[in-house]
Structures are given as structure tokens and as C-alpha cells.
């Protein structure tokens, strides 16, 4: 299934996208896209409906982040090793983690504005994982039986803030806007094989990024496995889990975001984002 949120920004209702591409409407079976919802029994529940007898919801409708109520945003870093070569950084020996703001979750298009003080906006796609029940020291074996789905992401980092304003880089990658979700997640069994999936991204129509999940430094199972060692998964959370070459960082000299500049992005499988870049306010 693909299952998403529309309407205004604090106020979505779920839905699921029809076979012919109709979105229709799921608020009278559920109140949203999280918690109970994304467990295997609540996902059987919304397999069994027929989609046919749901009510259709404009196209003009606003998509929102196709997960509510997150709980946490776990990200994983330089999980690709020519993105680490293109920062400069070493091949990791362990994942690298790092937090998010869930107050960074936006819509798939919705803009994408540029902080007081940003010098050096960027761009990441990445493939969220969207768990979908409790994970606490799971085997890498049985990782995936905890994964609801996957989603679209674009991990949108101030690398000014990230890199030199001491600390974390929780910093340059937390305001808003800078975590566009979906267009919707995509339930595990609907995805042939993860660890295979091309993905790129463009700044006005120019290729910026090219890659593939096949050439991910920690694959997704362990990715799950080695969190839960350190942290206990709830349903909802969200896992971005790296990107490849072609940030703005890396480009020599680096081209990084400016106001009015459009970003598209897309993930075999897993849907399309478009992004404006607005300016400071």
C-alpha cells in the first residue's frame, strides 16, 4: 500500500493511493498514519478495505508528511562512501547517528525556507525507514519484521550551522521545514528488494545527485539492529539513512541552495518531492 496524509499543515487526515493513482479518503477507518496504525495488524486492517468505497480526495489536495505523531527522527550519517570521500570524512567503522527536530517534518512540496543567518543551505536525498513496532535489541536477522514501510526524504542541512557553530549537528539540520516526508510511505511488502532502489535529486533542472541504496555503507536490517542496541524504536519513528554524492558541500567551489531555487527529487518505488527555497524572514 501507499499511505499518506493531506490537507492543511496541522491538520491531515490519512489516505492511500489507489492502483489507478486516486487518492482516497481513510479518516472514517482511522484518525491518522501512526502508532497502532503502521503495526502489521493495522496494516491488514487497511489491506482488507476495498479502496473503491473510500471517498476520492481532490488531486489539487495538499500532501502533507506521510507519517503523524512521529516520536523521534534518527538519522544516519555518511552512509554512502563517496559522499564520506566528498566531505572529506573517513569511511565510518559504525553507523553515525544524529537527531533531528521532528519539528523539522514538512509536507513533500512544501517550501523549503532558509534560516536567519544561513550561509549554506544544502540538499540530501535520502530513504526514510518508518518503523512499525517496538524494537529494542532486535537481531539483524529479524529487523525488517519491524519496519512499516519506507518514504521519500530530503535530509535539507545548513552546513554553516552543522559544522561551525559548535556542538552537534543537530543544529544545522532542525529548522523548520528542513525534513520534507513522502509523498507517501510505501508499505515494506510492496518493496521487491531495498537494497537496490536508484534515487537522484536536481536543482533546477540540473542533476545534482545520482545514486543508488545498493551502495549503502550499513544496509537497512542493520541499520534497525545496531539503533535498537542504543535506543528503544517506537512506532512512527523515522530513520533517514544517508545520501549519496552530488551534495552542494561537496561541489568545488560548493553551490549551495539560494532563494528561489527548485529542488525535485525521487526514489525508485517510493514517489517524487519538489521543493522551492524561500528566503529568510
Given at each position: 500500500?501507499?499511505?499518506?496524509?493531506?490537507?492543511?499543515?496541522?491538520?491531515?487526515?490519512?489516505?492511500?493511493?489507489?492502483?489507478?493513482?486516486?487518492?482516497?479518503?481513510?479518516?472514517?477507518?482511522?484518525?491518522?498514519?501512526?502508532?497502532?496504525?503502521?503495526?502489521?495488524?493495522?496494516l491488514?486492517?487497511?489491506r482488507?478495505?476495498?479502496?473503491?468505497?473510500?471517498?476520492?480526495?481532490?488531486?489539487?489536495?495538499?500532501?502533507?508528511?506521510?507519517?503523524?505523531?512521529?516520536?523521534?527522527?534518527?538519522?544516519?550519517?555518511?552512509?554512502?562512501?563517496?559522499?564520506?570521500?566528498?566531505?572529506?570524512?573517513?569511511?565510518?567503522?559504525?553507523?553515525?547517528?544524529f537527531?533531528?527536530?521532528?519539528?523539522?517534518?514538512?509536507?513533500?512540496?512544501?517550501?523549503?525556507?532558509?534560516?536567519?543567518?544561513?550561509?549554506?543551505?544544502?540538499?540530501?536525498?535520502?530513504?526514510?525507514?518508518?518503523?512499525?513496532k517496538?524494537?529494542?535489541?532486535?537481531?539483524?536477522?529479524?529487523?525488517?519484521?519491524?519496519?512499516?514501510?519506507?518514504?521519500?526524504?530530503?535530509?535539507?542541512?545548513?552546513?554553516?550551522?552543522?559544522?561551525?557553530?559548535?556542538?552537534?549537528?543537530?543544529k544545522g539540520?532542525?529548522?523548520?521545514?528542513?525534513?520534507?516526508?513522502?509523498?507517501?510511505?510505501?508499505?515494506?511488502?510492496?518493496?521487491?528488494?531495498?537494497?537496490?532502489?536508484?534515487?537522484?535529486?536536481?536543482?533546477?533542472?540540473?542533476?545534482?545527485?545520482?545514486?543508488?541504496?545498493?551502495?549503502?555503507?550499513?544496509?537497512?536490517?542493520?541499520?534497525?539492529?545496531?539503533?535498537?542496541?542504543?535506543?528503544?524504536?517506537?512506532?512512527?519513528?523515522?530513520?533517514?539513512?544517508?545520501?549519496?554524492?552530488?551534495?552542494?558541500?561537496?561541489?568545488?567551489?560548493?553551490?549551495?541552495?539560494?532563494?528561489?531555487?527548485?529542488?525535485?527529487?525521487?526514489?525508485?518505488?517510493?514517489?517524487?518531492?519538489?521543493?522551492?527555497?524561500?528566503?529568510?524572514?
Open positions: 500500500m501507499k499511505l499518506l496524509r493531506v490537507g492543511p499543515k496541522g491538520s491531515e487526515k490519512p489516505a492511500l493511493l489507489d492502483p489507478a493513482g486516486v487518492i482516497r479518503d481513510l479518516s472514517g477507518h482511522l484518525d491518522d498514519i501512526a502508532g497502532e496504525a503502521l503495526s502489521e495488524a493495522g491488514a486492517r487497511l482488507a478495505l476495498d479502496p473503491a468505497t473510500l471517498p476520492a480526495v481532490p488531486a489539487d489536495t495538499r500532501i502533507g508528511p506521510c507519517v503523524g505523531r512521529i516520536g523521534k527522527i534518527c538519522c544516519v550519517g555518511l552512509n554512502y562512501s563517496d559522499h564520506a570521500a566528498e566531505t572529506g570524512a573517513a569511511v565510518p567503522g559504525e553507523p553515525i547517528l537527531g533531528k527536530a521532528v519539528t523539522a517534518i514538512s509536507g513533500p512540496n512544501d517550501a523549503i525556507e532558509t534560516p536567519r543567518g544561513s550561509d549554506a543551505l544544502d540538499y540530501e536525498i535520502e530513504i526514510a525507514i518508518v518503523i512499525g517496538r524494537a529494542k535489541n532486535v537481531a539483524e536477522a529479524d529487523a525488517l519484521a519491524y519496519v512499516a514501510g519506507y518514504a521519500v526524504f530530503n535530509d535539507v542541512s545548513e552546513r554553516t550551522f552543522q559544522a561551525r557553530r559548535s556542538g552537534q549537528w543537530i539540520k532542525s529548522h523548520d521545514s528542513f525534513g520534507p516526508l513522502g509523498p507517501w510511505l510505501v508499505t515494506r511488502d510492496e518493496v521487491a528488494d531495498v537494497g537496490n532502489l536508484a534515487m537522484h535529486l536536481d536543482v533546477n533542472g540540473e542533476r545534482r545527485q545520482t545514486g543508488n541504496t545498493a551502495t549503502m555503507i550499513f544496509p537497512i536490517p542493520h541499520i534497525v539492529a545496531y539503533i535498537s542496541q542504543f535506543m528503544t524504536l517506537e512506532p512512527g519513528d523515522v530513520i533517514p539513512t544517508g545520501t549519496p554524492p552530488g551534495v552542494a558541500l561537496g561541489m568545488k567551489p560548493p553551490r549551495f541552495l539560494q532563494p528561489g531555487d527548485v529542488i525535485d527529487l525521487a526514489i525508485e518505488g517510493l514517489g517524487a518531492q519538489r521543493q522551492t527555497v524561500l528566503p529568510a524572514s
